[in-house]
């Protein structure tokens, strides 16, 4: 069973460009979440689809932004990359149910 | 608002031994989900073990087991028989059992493993 797919597993932008980060689930899990990991911050929660719908969104500014397809696959989207926005980003599945989630093994984002 | 604590940032155990990884965390609910997760340097999280907070057995997995103090809102990980695979960063998380619970994590532990 393949496990949560993340593209690209690094990426290296210039401040003031955007970016699209790619996640494709574990066949079968209807949630998708996105986290960010930063050495200071720690893992932060940005939002969760489902369904192709955003029910849960973090405490981010609105250049960060995500969608989900109807074959579950989400991506997301930061726009005007500041430096700070240089992170681990994590993808995560669940089945729609009170299980844990399967993380993928993430983009690394760095903004010069 | 939740919030996870990990006192601990490293810890260091001899391979074979036991070692118990700390987690508080603060909720003024009573319906949700307890997890340790180990990331190693491969980056990807992987899910150790899971509680629910209306079960009062503890959970276990293999060499893995919580103790899980509800009233004290404590959840402790201890990792029996260490292996040197074992060693890695490991976060708490909690989430709300709530259709639109997220994942808070704890700031973690590195764990090293010593031959």
């Known amino acids: 069973k393949a496990g949560v797919t993340q593209t690209p597993r690094y990426l290296i932008k210039t401040r003031g460009q955007q970016v699209t980060l790619s996640c494709s689930p574990i066949?079968?899990?209807?949630?998708v979440s996105w986290y960010q990991q930063t050495p200071g911050q720690g893992l932060q929660f940005l939002f969760e689809?489902?369904?192709?719908?955003?029910?849960n969104k973090g405490n981010f500014p609105g250049r960060f932004s995500g969608r989900q397809f109807s074959n579950s696959r989400s991506e997301m989207n930061v726009s005007t990359l500041e430096l700070g926005d240089s992170a681990l980003y994590l993808c995560?599945?669940?089945?729609?149910?009170?299980?844990?989630?399967?993380f993928g093994s993430g983009t690394r984002l760095t903004v010069v | 608002a939740q919030t996870v604590t990990q006192s601990q940032p490293e810890m260091s155990v001899q391979e074979a031994e036991t070692v118990t990884l700390s987690c508080t965390y603060d909720?003024?609910?009573?319906?949700?989900?307890l997890f340790w997760y180990k990331q190693p340097p491969s980056r990807q999280m992987i899910l150790v073990i899971r509680?629910?907070?209306?079960?009062?057995q503890n959970a276990t997995e293999n060499r893995f087991s919580v103790n899980f103090q509800k009233a004290a809102k404590s959840f402790s990980l201890k990792i029996s028989d260490s292996q040197l695979g074992d060693a890695a960063m490991y976060f708490c998380?909690?989430?709300?059992?709530?259709?639109?619970?997220?994942?808070?994590f704890g700031k973690g532990t590195k764990l090293s493993v010593k031959p």
């Open positions: 995560a599945s669940s089945r729609a149910d009170r299980y844990g989630y399967t």
């Open positions: 066949s079968g899990h209807r949630s």
């Open positions: 689809y489902f369904s192709e719908t955003q029910r």
């Open positions: 909720t003024s609910e009573s319906d949700y989900y």
């Open positions: 509680q629910e907070a209306y079960k009062q």
């Open positions: 998380a909690y989430r709300s059992a709530g259709s639109q619970g997220n994942l808070i």
